[in-house]
């Protein structure tokens, strides 16, 4: 049994390999560009717009108010980068229902990529909205003292977030496989049924924790100045 997309390797040559989480994670960002680009590419402004169009208005209006519910009064500056977070992870997640499909969040690799993005995306929008001295100032508080522990909560909670979303994904795939050789017809169905559910909840976690770190640091920048 594998545990993880990455111990199937197509194409191996010194440090570079082409494994299957390498091309589902291109498969998967090759189809959202191309859903984007087909949802986006004839919208109006007309009161009878396309049920695609009104899918992606629903879909931007409900990621928006989750952003501003946060704290985060304009979603618009977020949008770009908390949706792509929750979409690309969502539909890797909810292609399990394919054949043979792995899903790349099931991979250690993914999910600290992921991490780090969001790691690096905190102290970005942080300066931006703020400027990099309130930033920096935001981690003497309440005094120079908890510098240390505001750095090492920095570096946990990424690695919390890259762990909790790769065992979420792979535990699920690995009861499944050992049903699926126990019982081929009926428990997989239910497993991969609520491996779907499962993969949406994780998807929501994962991008509300992302928004919920970028509020800490724009708020907390904000308050010193």
């Known amino acids: ?96 229902i394919f054949p043979f499909y792995e899903p790349p969040t099931g991979s250690l690799s993914t999910t600290t990529a992921l991490a ?7 102290p970005i929008f942080g300066i931006s909205e703020n400027g990099i001295r309130n930033y920096l100032k935001s981690y003497l508080k309440p005094s120079v003292i908890m510098m ?18 790769f065992g979420n994904i792979m535990s699920g795939e690995m009861i499944v496989g050992i049903l699926l050789s126990i019982t081929p017809l009926i428990f997989p169905i239910v497993m991969k049924a609520l491996g ?10 994962f991008s509300v924790l992302a928004t919920v770190y970028i509020t800490a640091a724009v708020q907390e920048a904000k308050h010193e100045e």
């Not at 240390?148 to 979303?165: D, K, N």
Request: net charge neutral; proline share 3%; aromatic share 10%.
């Open 1 to 96: 049994m594998k545990l993880s997309p990455d111990e199937t390797v197509f194409w191996e040559h010194g440090f570079i390999t082409i494994n299957m989480t390498l091309v589902m994670t291109w498969a998967i960002m090759l189809t959202l560009v191309l859903a984007s680009w087909l949802v986006t590419r004839n919208l109006k402004t007309d009161i009878h717009i396309s049920r695609w169009q009104c899918i992606l208005e629903t879909l931007v209006t409900t990621i928006n108010n989750q952003i501003r519910d946060i704290g985060l009064p304009c979603p618009e500056k977020y949008i770009g980068y908390i949706g792509t977070l929750f979409l690309f992870i969502a539909t890797s997640n909810s292609c399990i």
């Open 116 to 122: 780090l993005s969001v790691f690096l995306a905190v």
């Open 148 to 165: 240390p522990f505001h750095l090492i909560s920095e570096f946990t909670r990424t690695l919390a977030l890259a762990v909790r979303l």
């Open 196 to 205: 779907l559910l499962v993969g949406m909840v994780q998807a929501y976690i």
